[in-house]
């Protein structure tokens, strides 16, 4: 991964006693990025359940993960 937002975002969230979630996938993309968790609004028999993703660019700066720097 190319950029250190991760790094510098969680920095900033220590004071709050905080960090992002992330993920560490295996197979063929074998970089640690971020994971927003949802949450199910309905519940019940029958719902569709939340799901997860995965991101494949960094939600601050726009880089793609697993890019090395050129």
Sequence with gaps: MTC?????????????????????MFGEA????????THQIDKGR????AVSMFLTYCAFCGTKYGEDAA
């Design 4 to 24: 250190k937002c991760i790094e510098t975002v969680n920095e900033k969230l220590a004071s709050r006693n905080t960090r992002l979630s992330q993920a560490i």
């Design 30 to 37: 074998k970089h640690p990025g971020l994971m927003i968790e």
């Design 46 to 49: 029958g719902k569709m359940k």
